[in-house]
């Protein structure tokens, strides 16, 4: 029985991933930002919500708690965040934009505006509508406990 891959949504989707991220951090480079796409998630939830605690950034990027740690170090080496102790919960640290993180987003959403655009040029409202509603429903069935 041979297993044909590229019939998969699955291998696409990975595929399209790694095009993406690649691309996007090459925008950023040549806007002068040394941005990575992990680094980039991170920012997206930030200019959305100042002041967010690692372990929630970790949940909504996907990551692990100890690499988002190291990625959180690194950003922060950068300049781009800090973390401070939060006054609602002195055990919890929550992480914020400096005014270098905050002043990217005029930067790097505009490259990252103009990708968009180039991935989903020529094809039609509804295949897109569709896209987003199957991608959806496969994250819902891979978070289901079960299986």
């Known amino acids: 029985m041979k297993f044909d891959f590229k019939t998969l949504p699955h ?31 991170v920012l997206l939830l930030l200019w ?5 605690g690692p372990a929630e950034l970790a949940d909504l990027t996907v990551r692990d708690r100890t690499t988002m740690t190291r990625l959180l170090d690194a950003m922060e080496r950068k ?22 993180g905050r002043d990217l987003q005029a930067v790097l959403v505009p490259q990252a505006q103009a990708l968009i655009g180039r991935t989903l040029k020529g094809i039609p ?3 897109i509508a569709t896209t987003l509603s199957t991608l959806r429903q496969m994250t819902e069935n891979l978070q289901k406990t079960g299986g």
């Open 11 to 41: 291998h696409w989707v990975n595929r399209f991933a790694f095009l993406l991220r690649k691309e996007l951090q090459e925008r950023f480079r040549q806007a002068g930002q040394d941005i990575t796409a992990e680094e980039w998630a």
């Open 48 to 52: 959305q919500q100042n002041g967010r």
């Open 79 to 100: 300049g781009l965040v800090g973390r401070k102790t939060d006054l609602k919960d002195r055990r919890r640290m929550l992480v914020t934009l400096t005014s270098k």
């Open 125 to 127: 409202e509804e295949n």
